[in-house]
């Protein structure tokens, strides 16, 4: 009951809050926009078979929904900031709903930023099958079950100061060697690639392009990764609130 | 050192009596400093009984808002236990049993102030009436107003509503009145004895002896984070209310001086006697007379801090203790 009341209020503070409201939705819109739109009649982007609005649609979703997960970060660390943690810690709400709903609230986000893309690339004339649409979808959002338990570690590691740099250098770079925005050729940087969560993220945007989702290595990296970055986040957690 | 007023901390009890609201046993925690460990609290054996307003007395460093994070389970004591309600202060905090308004704090962004009240309410089993609260805390006319755009004063009022919305069995308050006009001080102590009223125990930390004189039924002193002193805040206020005289004088019985009237406690500081007076009229004129040769006289006011040096002199004897030898 609590939890709900509270991811209720969360959603609506998130909501209201035009930074993020812009960054995580309204930034990879226009982008979208700007880039897929002006190629919309381009059927077979570099040789790929693929439609421009199509190809650029998977990549702002997988975008999209990792910035919502990680953005979970930002809101802990200013609220650790302004001291609001300790505030919530001397109420009845117990720390598995406090983190639980951070994860919902990271979640509703990614949701609403797949549905702004869909959207849009509909508008630009994507066309999938419903089977294509949901299993992409799914995908996704186990995909990011990982940046769930990193938004929480950042949260709890890192000051509302440095949190700017260290998700925009991060991020970056994640995106670099994950394949955001192109595809990574056979090499190092695929190597080290398919060991990131990001990598698998994208690979599960890639179904809406006609991929097969993730083989074994895919989920096993997943796996290790929630597993690690949770503990992490757990041990960060224990360690901010002082609890045993 | 004769404290007739004051009662000493009493020994921890066994059994501390059923129905205690809280019970601290021998509670120490220290801190990392840059030249070693910060000893905040040292040692604080303290039982309060349901229904008791006990304010928490002492200068800034006195260790009180260590004791109250502890007592809330907001820091893990090294030393020593807590029992709050008759649980672990962690219990007693999910059960919606307590709650606070810390020192320090900001109120979450992007919301309104009733939704914040109504959100606080939403958290607790048995919460009260939110609009009932607001007007209680004085926000009726700020309930649609932005967190982000209030006073000091307004910010904390908020939080004060949002420590009484839940109806806890004990609210805590770390110096609440800090950010106050004299008016919100007046209106929040009016509101807190209502709350008071109705059986509730409430524990606050203050260095204002007037809060503490007004508000409380027991008030505790507590100096480098040792409980120094515990009684009424009439007594309380009979000991810092006292005057001290200073003098140079050589070669003089303590006890002789301590024997003079209005003298509670005479001390020895290095070349001087420092008599601590309940009537410092009558004991500069008797400290004259059997002493002529007294120079370097000086009558002071006892604040606060000098108070609780005093009571603190026999727990810790400074470096330089040698030389201070206290008539008891």
Redesign the interface.
């Known amino acids: 009951m609590t939890t709900v009341a509270y991811a209720r209020f969360e959603l609506l503070r998130v909501l209201r809050n035009r930074r993020f409201v812009f960054f995580a939705l309204g930034f990879p819109l226009v982008m979208y926009l700007l880039i897929a739109g002006s190629n919309q009649g381009e059927d077979d982007l570099s040789g790929s078979g693929l439609s421009a609005p199509l190809y650029f649609m998977v990549s702002m979703v997988a975008w999209g929904t990792m910035m919502a997960m990680l953005s979970t970060g930002g809101r802990i660390a200013s609220e650790r900031a302004i001291g609001w943690n300790r505030q919530l810690r001397i109420t009845p709400l117990s720390a598995r709903a406090y983190l639980l709903t951070k994860v919902a609230t990271g979640y509703a986000m990614a949701l609403l930023a797949m549905v702004v893309m869909y959207v849009a690339g509909a508008a630009l004339g994507v066309h999938l099958q419903a089977g294509r649409w949901i299993a992409m979808s799914l995908m996704l959002l186990l995909g990011i079950v990982p940046f769930a338990a990193l938004g929480i570690l950042l949260g709890h590691l890192v000051s509302t100061d440095s949190l700017g740099p260290v998700m925009g250098g991060g991020v970056g770079l994640l995106a670099f060697v994950s394949g955001f925005w192109f595809p990574l050729d056979d090499g190092v940087l695929r190597d080290v690639g398919e060991q990131l969560p990001s990598y698998w993220l994208v690979q599960a945007g890639h179904i809406g392009l006609g991929g097969d989702g993730w083989p074994a290595h895919g989920w096993i990296v997943l796996g290790a990764w929630t597993i690690v970055l949770g503990l992490l986040a757990a041990r960060a957690y224990r360690r901010d609130t002082g609890r045993v | 050192m004769s404290s007739p007023m004051l009662s000493r901390p009493a020994p921890p009890s066994a059994d501390p009596p059923a129905g205690a609201g809280v019970v601290l046993r021998d509670l120490a925690r220290s801190f990392p400093g840059p030249t070693g460990p910060v000893h905040a609290v040292r040692g604080v054996d303290l039982t309060i009984e349901r229904g008791q307003t006990v304010a928490l007395l002492g200068p800034n460093g006195a260790g009180k808002s260590t004791t109250i994070e502890m007592l809330?389970?907001?820091?893990?004591p090294e030393r020593g236990a807590v029992e709050v309600l008759g649980r672990t202060p962690g219990a007693a905090?999910?059960?919606?049993l307590?709650?606070?308004m810390?020192q320090?704090?900001?109120?979450?962004?992007?919301?309104r102030v009733r939704?914040l009240v109504a959100?606080?309410a939403?958290?607790?089993?048995r919460p009260r009436d939110v609009d009932e609260v607001l007007a209680l805390a004085g926000l009726e006319p700020i309930a649609s107003r932005w967190t982000t755009k209030l006073s000091g004063g307004q910010v904390q009022r908020v939080?004060f509503a949002?420590a009484l919305v839940?109806d806890p069995e004990l609210l805590v308050l770390d110096e609440p009145t800090v950010a106050m006009d004299v008016e919100g001080r007046h209106a929040f102590w009016e509101t807190m004895r209502g709350f008071a009223a109705h059986g509730k125990t409430v524990v606050f930390a203050t260095h204002y002896l007037e809060e503490a004189d007004a508000f409380a039924d027991r008030v505790v002193l507590m100096a480098r984070g040792r409980v120094v002193g515990d009684g009424s805040p009439n007594e309380v206020k009979a000991l810092v209310g006292r005057r001290t005289i200073r003098a140079s004088l050589d070669h003089v019985d303590l006890d002789a001086l301590r024997r003079l009237p209005g003298v509670e406690v005479a001390d020895r500081r290095g070349q001087a006697v420092v008599l601590s007076c309940s009537d410092s009229d009558a004991a500069i004129r008797a400290l004259l007379q059997a002493h002529p040769d007294a120079h370097g006289v000086e009558i002071a006011a006892a604040g606060l801090e000098q108070a609780f040096l005093e009571l603190t002199a026999d727990h810790d004897p400074p470096a330089a203790g040698a030389d201070q030898e206290a008539v008891r």
């Open positions: 809330l389970g907001l820091t893990r905090v999910e059960a919606g307590v709650s606070a810390l320090t704090g900001g109120l979450l962004h992007e919301v939704e959100l606080t939403a958290l607790y089993p939080r949002l839940g």
